[in-house]
């Protein structure tokens, strides 16, 4: 940070100090530009609502958040025009979220501004991914 500002990275990602707990998080979250703002404090919101309390974390500007002693099972990152959300063992829930990655076990959902996220399934791909081990740092 300078001056109190967040420099913002390539595809407008915040850039936030490595952190634990829902502070870092929600620093990001602030920091997120235009509508991915107002997308973040949603997922947030629906994620944290899923697991309850969640385990939370800022890793390489992101936030990624999990159970404790479980591990992290999702996280998202900006993207010039989308937000990227990874589901860690995303191979393993059904249906399987849309985007393939290198690692055969990682999943992507992406968030568009002009369409709408099916909350209900975002909610039940939590829902399972609680129920799977996590990714641990």
Not at 4 to 23: E, H, T, W, Y
């Amino acid at each position: 940070m300078t001056d109190g500002k967040v420099k913002l990275l390539s595809g407008g990602n915040p850039q936030i100090p490595k952190g634990d707990g829902d502070g870092p998080v929600q620093d990001y979250i602030a920091a997120m530009p235009g509508w991915k703002h107002d997308a973040g404090v949603m997922l947030d919101r629906i994620i944290t609502d899923e697991i309850g309390e969640a385990q939370k974390a800022v890793r390489w500007n992101t936030p990624f958040y999990g159970l404790p002693g479980q591990g992290y099972i999702v996280a998202f990152h900006c993207i010039t025009k989308y937000l990227k959300i990874t589901f860690f063992r995303g191979a393993d829930l059904s249906p399987m979220p849309p985007v393939g990655s290198k690692d055969p076990n990682t999943r992507y959902l992406h968030v568009y501004e002009d369409l709408a996220l099916d909350e209900a399934q975002f909610r039940d791909w939590i829902r399972q991914a609680a129920a799977l081990p996590g990714w641990q740092f």
